[in-house]
DNA sequence: CATGGGTGTCATGGT
DNA sequence: TGACCATGACACCCA
């Protein structure tokens, strides 16, 4: 640090801009600093005229020339108050919410307020999804739009502020990129569809918290199902996906750059097939390490051409070609480069590691933050540091930097080990030849999953310089199929060359696809614990129940025993009467029918056992003799037995009979 | 020296 | 048919 302390260092906040838009919302809800009032249809709506005026071109007209603190702006009568409020939501939180209903109505809001970056980028992409049938001439709009709006726009400044201006050299950038033929551009933009506007669109998937990787494997998936894990999410469904996303999730709610309403409206003209729609409506589902603007650069540009594509490239590991890559100078300030939504670095993409998991999409926006401030770190370090002079001393430095940004453990922070591996290839890069030095620099540092990978990437690229390939090895990995071919078809490589590239691709995309693997094993590992666990607890609740019920239906029993008894006393019931009483009283849950069968039956094995049973009851002068009770409470214990000797509860008489049979005996004995 | 975890690679089957 | 992906199996490295 204290060699960086003579640099410049410049921090680019991700989420500064969310907060302001934020802090400002909910002033406008509060009615706070708000300067405007604006009417629609009786109704009125407080703002803030610089948000308004930044959103639209109607109420800059309007406002730019008016101090007066109390403005009140009626709206044209072309909008309502259904259409405008969801615009002036948008205006204060980039979403634009909006049913099939006031869609349309919206649009003309839009339309005559002149919204910016709402109208053709979004209703060019929603009206002839919600209404197909009737907008059929959409594409043709949508294109006048791409060549118009866009492009012009674009060259205003901001295809050049993403792109070219990131690198500090705009000219070489846009230019080659200005001279593709035709189909090149649109190439291109399509691929910018997939790299800049899957972030700014808002899709349920982009809220969750993992990697949802059943969406990759669909024996995953019925694993995911036999294991009770019903992926109910239709997030999680890429065939859902694929089907609705296309109509249900919002396009873009905030274009912040014209060149993704260009590259949107272009992919809408020339037709979105399921897949492209899937790509980028979900772009966690979807979303490839590959697809990203500079590989956008690198694959429909020479590596030559495209200082990004230099920069991303190893750091000039590689035998530079002409003219020769970037220093890593040229690359230390960490200008943002618009991946995914959020802001990563050129040094991102230097490490080869341009968004290498599909879960930094996912990440919070302070998380990328900090990823990507702390990713910048060797490069600003290497500004002041990396002389290749010093790099034995240089790199230990960093090294041991880098092991307590580690130690913080954020999970993020994983990065760090692409960050790393970068910082060690760019060692590489001065000592190609020194593998020993290498190993000896991984071995005494903590193994992460990048190091065997540096291992294997800088044996692989010592090869690509030993067969002299014209690019990158990084290229080769991050290229998309059409890409990759593309460059293939344009570069004349030898049969070796051929078969190292497709060799080294092949393996590249297994090891990433071994990662997923393991990863997602453990992930369900993980699930089946927690199920277990769920379930044990679920089980032990279950039991104790159980043991309550059980407990409570003897009590019951008893209880009905006893009732019993002092009926069958205090009514003073004859034998016949017993046995009808038990013909009634038989039913299966009926406690003490047992008992009343005991006693039925035993009045048709011997009547005279009945009358001694009836004179235990009772005698026929009704007076309830003292040598009674002790009786009765004899026969409630017989009946106790018998309930107890015959759970579970019978079901038919018959299993009555027979244990009254089997009692038969007990009342002798207990007559003898 | 054995062991377990992590990783890359290959082979294979499915898409 | 080729490319891609998932995954089991194996080998290697390392703590």
Redesign the pocket.
């Known amino acids: 640090m204290s060699s960086c302390k003579t640099s410049e260092f410049t921090f680019q906040s991700s989420v500064h801009s969310t907060h302001v838009l934020r802090c400002l919302d909910e002033q406008r809800q509060k009615d706070l600093l708000c300067d405007v009032t604006l009417v629609a249809e009786n109704r009125s709506f407080r703002a803030h005229r610089s948000v308004l005026a930044s959103c639209s071109e109607y109420f800059s007209t309007r406002m730019t020339n008016h101090t007066s603190p109390g403005l009140i702006i009626n709206l044209p009568d072309e909008v309502t108050a259904e259409g405008f409020e969801p615009l002036l939501q948008f205006a204060y939180t980039s979403k634009l919410l909006f049913t099939k209903e006031n869609v349309l109505e919206i649009h003309n809001c839009a339309t005559v307020l002149g919204f910016k970056n709402l109208d053709k980028a979004c209703f060019d992409f929603i009206l002839p999804k919600f209404f197909d049938s009737s907008k059929g001439s959409s594409k043709v709009q949508s294109n006048q739009c791409c060549k118009t709006k866009c492009w012009g726009a674009k060259d205003k400044s901001s295809f050049k502020n993403d792109c070219a201006n990131d690198t500090g050299d705009a000219s070489s950038a846009t230019q080659p990129l200005k001279k593709q033929e035709p189909n090149i551009s649109s190439n291109l933009s399509e691929k910018a569809v997939r790299t800049c506007s899957p972030c700014q669109v808002e899709t349920e998937a982009d809220t969750e918290t993992e990697t949802d990787?059943s969406?990759?494997?669909?024996?995953?998936r019925k694993?995911q199902l036999a294991c009770g894990k019903g992926l109910s999410n239709p997030d999680t469904e890429p065939e859902n996906t694929e089907n609705t996303c296309s109509l249900n999730c919002l396009p873009c709610s905030s274009f912040e750059k014209c060149e993704s309403a260009y590259t949107l409206s272009s992919k809408i003209s020339t037709g979105i097939t399921e897949e492209d729609a899937a790509f980028f409506c979900c772009p966690l589902t979807k979303h490839?390490p590959?697809e990203t603007p500079l590989n956008l650069c690198s694959g429909k540009t020479s590596p030559q051409m495209c200082p990004v594509t230099a920069s991303c490239s190893l750091g000039g590991s590689l035998p530079p070609p002409p003219p020769p890559p970037l220093s890593a100078g040229e690359v230390v300030e960490g200008f943002p480069v618009r991946v995914t939504g959020e802001e990563c670095t050129v040094s991102d993409c230097k490490t080869g590691s341009i968004c290498p998991n599909p879960r930094k999409v996912q990440r919070s926006s302070v998380e990328m933050e900090v990823a990507n401030q702390l990713s910048a770190w060797p490069d600003i370090c290497n500004s002041g540091v990396s002389e290749p002079s010093s790099h034995g001393q240089g790199m230990a430095v960093k090294s041991s930097e880098l092991q307590w940004l580690k130690q913080l453990e954020c999970p993020f922070l994983r990065d760090l080990?692409a960050v790393d591996a970068q910082v060690r290839r760019s060692e590489v890069t001065s000592h190609a030849a020194e593998c020993s030095y290498i190993?000896s620099i991984?071995?005494?540092?903590?193994?992460?999953?990048?190091?065997?990978?540096?291992?294997?990437?800088s044996?692989?690229s010592e090869q690509a310089s030993l067969i002299q390939l014209p690019f990158s090895v990084e290229g080769i990995v991050s290229?998309?199929?059409n890409d990759?071919?593309q460059m293939?078809k344009t570069q004349r490589l030898t049969r070796e060359q051929l078969e190292f590239v497709?060799?080294v691709?092949?393996?590249?995309?297994?090891?990433?696809?071994?990662?997923?693997?393991?990863?997602?094993?453990?992930d369900?590992i993980h699930n089946l614990e927690c199920e277990i666990e769920r379930l044990r607890s679920e089980k032990e609740k279950l039991t104790a129940e159980k043991r309550q019920l059980d407990q409570l239906r003897l009590k019951t029993k008893e209880n009905y025993s006893v009732l019993y008894d002092r009926l069958c006393a205090e009514a003073k019931l004859q034998p016949e009467q017993l046995q009808v009483f038990a013909k009634y009283t038989s039913l299966a849950e009926c406690p003490f029918s047992t008992h009343l069968s005991t006693k039925a039956q035993l009045y048709h094995h011997s009547r005279a056992e009945l009358q001694l049973l009836a004179s235990c009851l009772g005698n026929d002068t009704g007076i309830y003799e003292p040598g009674t009770s002790t009786r009765s409470v004899n026969t409630h214990s017989l009946a106790a037995s018998n309930l107890r000797s015959t759970e579970p509860p019978h079901t038919g008489n018959s299993e009555t009979m027979s244990i009254s049979t089997d009692q038969s005996s007990k009342p002798e004995t207990d007559k003898s």
């Open positions: 990787y969406a990759l494997c669909p024996k995953y694993f490839s590959i080990g190993s991984h071995s005494g540092e903590d193994s992460d999953s990048f190091d065997t990978e540096g291992d294997s990437e044996c692989t290229l998309s199929r990759f071919q293939l497709h060799d691709r092949r393996r590249s995309k297994n090891r990433v696809a071994a990662r997923r693997c393991r990863k997602r094993k453990l369900c």
